[in-house]
């Protein structure tokens, strides 16, 4: 079967993957920004710049400085820069809040990407059937087993949520948001390079050229309009021996 397998051509898998993500982005940042004011996250940052500023007026410094200029200043100036900056990462509400700010960045991250995953990556697609987002709609792509079986709701679930939003989404994201906060920046640059390896490998050398998604769920984008999409495995054989019938007869023929 996986010779009559119609795929759905680069441009129109590009097309429709730009279309869905600035739907998905769009909606995953509106979520992100009632989130942040629920859980009051300008707040909490707003009173740690509060305590920094207090530190900078209490020993006359500024904390944002380039190198050049830390390299600019006297012995004395360093030493009270120094003294200052210890004396404010040591502070214990500094050290909560910092804490707070990363918790409440990871759960908005999480939370906003999921809500739009679900909606747009598996209720949709569940929805439409055949796996279409908005996007595939569109551009007339569809999604199926390899087999060439309509793809069932425990493989959409796989393909959207273990293999859209954990594998290549999620995991990315958690290791630039370590990233910008300075945790584990190395282990961070190897995982982000290694996912993007694999992810290039797949796509380019696995026997279908899909992506880590389909991989994973025994999946494949289609092209809806030329593709046959079986509503079962027992149509599937059916048609299979209905082709088999025929060439038989045909061979009896000859």
Not at 5 to 26: E, G, H, P, V, W
Not at 56 to 82: A, C, H, N, P, W
Not at 170 to 181: D, S
Request: aromatic residues 12%; proline residues 2%.
């Amino acid at each position: 079967m996986n010779n009559d397998i119609q795929r759905a051509s680069m441009l129109k898998r590009i097309s429709a993957y730009i279309f869905d993500s600035i739907l998905l982005i769009t909606v995953a940042i509106g979520i992100a920004f009632l989130l942040s004011v629920v859980l009051k996250y300008d707040e909490t940052t707003t009173e740690r710049e509060r305590l920094r500023n207090d530190y900078e007026v209490k020993y006359g410094v500024t904390f944002d400085i380039e190198r050049e200029d830390y390299d600019k200043l006297s012995d004395t100036e360093k030493q009270l820069y120094d003294d200052a900056y210890a004396e404010f990462a040591s502070d214990a509400d500094v050290n909560r809040i910092d804490a707070l700010i990363i918790n409440l960045s990871m759960l908005i991250t999480v939370f906003s990407i999921l809500v739009a995953f679900i909606i747009f990556e598996f209720l949709i697609p569940l929805k439409f059937s055949n796996g279409q987002t908005l996007g595939k709609k569109i551009f007339g792509i569809g999604i199926m087993r390899v087999d060439g079986v309509k793809i069932s709701a425990f493989q959409l679930f796989v393909r959207a949520i273990l293999g859209k939003y954990t594998l290549e989404t999620m995991i990315p994201t958690f290791l630039i948001l370590f990233l910008l906060f300075n945790i584990m920046p190395f282990a961070c640059l190897v995982g982000i390079a290694l996912i993007l390896i694999i992810q290039l490998g797949t796509t380019m050398f696995s026997y279908l050229h899909t992506p880590i998604h389909d991989l994973i769920s025994g999946t494949v984008a289609v092209d809806f309009a030329s593709q046959r999409i079986f509503e079962s495995t027992e149509s599937l054989l059916e048609y299979k021996k209905k082709i088999h019938a025929e060439t038989a007869k045909k061979t009896e023929y000859r």
